[in-house]
């Protein structure tokens, strides 16, 4: 089906391993985004992209890693993960990122760190 | 930096009643104000976006919003609730940076009651 989906939908791992989140788009859109969501916090941007091989630090940015080889494909790594880290994450992208344009989320992944 | 605020983590009304979600925002700049909506279990989807044009912006649903600049406001409207309106309701702002790297509020719950 076409869209951005992510995967996995739920995923528990433990202090200190590597996790890593995916996040793939059908409609070649220019910019993909990171954000986690968090209870009194909203929505924030841990990091972006505005094409292949471009990518920026958002506001939380410390602790994770990101690649963008292909256009559709943006994984998010939590190279030791932490209790703090524990939330929900939304991938979402948009096509020239333009602030006329819609932005379209994914349906998050939930990540628990014990 | 700008940023959004939400009045209320959670508001309640019955079914047929008038919806208010207020939302305040700082910028020094312009703003492009948007707000999302969320409901269980997906991702955040666009109801309505103020883009500088007119300042009363009529969304999806039937929600709107007015923007108002002497009060840095930009509260969400719906003259009459249904059940299916219940969610979570995201104002963001924009960054002037020219692309949609949004700063998000905290988040406002809508319960109705039959």
């Known amino acids: 089906d076409a869209g951005i989906t992510q995967s996995p939908r739920y995923k528990i791992t433990e202090t200190g391993r590597q996790v890593t989140l995916m996040c793939h788009q059908t409609w070649s859109h220019s910019y993909m985004f990171w954000y986690r969501q968090d209870l009194g916090h909203g929505l924030r941007l841990i990091y972006y992209?505005?094409?292949?091989?471009?990518?920026d630090k958002g506001e939380v940015p410390d602790g994770y890693v990101v690649s963008r080889s292909k256009t559709e494909n943006f994984p998010l790594t939590l190279e030791s993960a932490t209790r703090s880290q524990t939330s929900v994450y939304f991938c979402?992208?948009?096509?020239?990122?333009?602030?006329?344009?819609?932005?379209?989320f994914g349906s998050g992944t939930q990540l628990s760190v014990l | 930096a700008q940023s959004v605020t939400q009045l209320g983590s959670h508001v309640s009304v019955s079914e047929g009643a008038l919806v208010l979600l207020r939302c305040n925002y700082s910028?020094?700049?312009?703003?492009?104000l948007f707000w999302y909506v969320q409901y269980p279990n997906q991702g955040l989807q666009l109801l309505l976006k103020?883009?500088?044009?007119?300042?009363l912006v009529k969304g999806i649903n039937g929600f709107e919003a007015e923007f108002k600049k002497s009060e840095t406001s930009f509260h969400l409207t719906k003259p009459s609730a249904h059940m299916s309106d219940a969610a979570e309701y995201f104002c963001a702002v924009s960054e002037d940076t020219g692309f949609q790297k949004l700063v998000f509020g905290t988040g406002t719950r809508l319960l109705v009651s039959p």
């Open positions: 103020y883009t500088s044009a007119a300042t």
């Open positions: 992209s505005a094409a292949a091989d471009i990518t």
């Open positions: 979402a992208s948009s096509d020239s990122g333009k602030l006329e344009e819609k932005l379209f």
């Open positions: 910028s020094s700049v312009p703003p492009y």
